[in-house]
């Protein structure tokens, strides 16, 4: 028997998720058997880039895609696509759990023992990405706004602790940001609407 | 625009706190410029899911079920010190304990599997790890299952689509036959999840599920 985690051998076409998240929406079961083949592991590993413990991680994924199914009937085909739609819900929920675990640690007046270990996450993040064909896009990213999309993301952080962690002024946090996406969305061709 | 409208970007990310979420929100339900940003740029950020994914560990998985049902369990690795750290999390996880093994190459694979009784292979796709001429007609073994898909399989011998087919002697589970019991016992998790809101099925519940359904 051996060990190493694997990637998921394929994936499914954002139109196929499409299909499978309207047969959800009515409520099809097996419908959602399907789906979940087809996102699980893009849900779990995106929950586990941001909060590593593995454990911990299948639980938040499990909810994140109970909350799939729960909500299907609001997702709003015209506003995104269901994949997108699904990955935002997971991303939520494992950053909501990232604060409330930064908060628990606050009130003890122990945060600096909890905080995320930032310095790795751009580093971990980024060395997984390389092996990918997203990383000429990130590289086309000026490294500041690299550093402030990955910390945010990955990190969990909000924007104002991100600028706390950089020394850097609220504002041109939420530049580079916003920034850094756009040059992101326009190098990977993705349009909406 | 507004000023608000620099938000555009840690809305995205998810960077903000409830409270800039619901202004942000607001703001956005009346501009159906940004509304179509955002939508672009929560896109982008799920294309990059496509590069983090990632399956929890299939062996592990089923090495931790199977030593806490009493099974003697050996796991192999190419080095011996992921073995160990595999085996440590396993003890972590399922207060079960399993020994770990190096097998540095397909060379090892027959005298690993003196005695054994079942093999599962569930190492990293398109590696070969258990040549034929290792597990097939060998007394003893009983059942093996290789949960990849990608040519090469782990354990030469087995076809994909093998589903408790008789070969040399040897039940074997190619991944698409493992496939379908998975499916069976995934909808049979699912209709559990519904019956109650506040359920969370771990390992050890979904091996119960399965057992069920046998």
């Not at chain 1, 990405?129 to 590289?139: K, N, S, T, Y």
């Not at chain 2, 339900?29 to 179509?36: D, E, I, R």
């Not at chain 2, 090469?152 to 002697?169: F, K, Q, S």
Request: glycine share 8%; with cysteine.
């Amino acid at each position: 028997m051996t060990t190493e985690p694997e990637r998921g051998a394929q994936q499914a076409a954002p139109a196929d998720i499409d299909a499978l998240m309207r047969r959800v929406a009515s409520g099809d079961q097996d419908a959602f058997a399907n789906l979940y083949d087809a996102v699980s592991s893009r849900v779990f590993g995106l929950i586990r880039r941001v909060l590593r413990d593995p454990a911990l991680s299948e639980e938040v994924a499990q909810e994140a895609l109970v909350e799939v199914w729960r909500t299907a009937a609001r997702f709003d085909p015209a506003r995104g696509s269901a994949a997108g739609w699904i990955f935002t819900i997971a991303h939520r929920r494992a950053v909501d759990r990232v604060r409330a675990e930064q908060a628990a640690a606050d009130r003890e007046r122990r945060a600096a023992t909890a905080s995320v270990p930032f310095d790795d996450v751009v580093e971990q993040v980024t060395a997984r990405l390389e092996q990918h064909a997203v990383r000429r896009c990130l590289r086309a990213l000026t490294q500041m706004q690299r550093e402030a999309i990955l910390l945010a993301y990955y990190g969990g952080l909000t924007y104002q602790q991100v600028a706390d962690r950089l020394g850097t002024p609220l504002p041109t946090v939420k530049t580079r940001m916003r920034d850094g996406l756009i040059r992101l969305r326009d190098c990977m061709g993705v349009s909406w609407g | 625009m507004t000023d608000i409208h620099t938000l555009a970007g840690a809305y995205a990310l998810d960077a903000i706190d409830d409270l800039d979420r619901a202004r942000f929100a607001e703001h956005l339900a009346g501009c159906p410029s940004c509304a179509t940003e955002v939508a672009e740029l929560i896109e982008t950020m799920g294309a990059l899911t496509e590069a983090t994914d990632e399956t929890p560990p299939v062996g592990m998985r089923a090495a931790g079920l199977l030593a806490k049902a009493g099974a003697d369990v050996v796991i192999t690795s190419r080095r011996m010190e992921s073995g160990a750290a595999a085996a440590d999390t396993i003890r972590q996880r399922f207060g079960a304990t399993v020994r770990p093994v190096a097998m540095p190459g397909t060379a090892e694979a027959a005298s690993l599997l003196e005695g054994a009784e079942l093999l599962l292979s569930a190492g990293g796709a398109g590696i070969r790890l258990v040549p034929q001429d290792a597990w097939a007609e060998r007394s003893g073994l009983q059942a093996a299952a290789d949960v990849n898909a990608v040519p090469p399989l782990g354990v030469e011998g087995i076809e994909v689509t093998d589903n408790g087919t008789a070969r040399h002697g040897v039940t074997v589970f190619g991944a698409l036959g493992v496939g379908h019991l998975k499916m069976k016992i995934h909808k049979a998790c699912i209709a559990r999840l519904f019956e109650r809101n506040d359920l969370v099925l771990d390992a050890e519940t979904i091996a119960e599920v399965a057992q069920g359904l046998a």
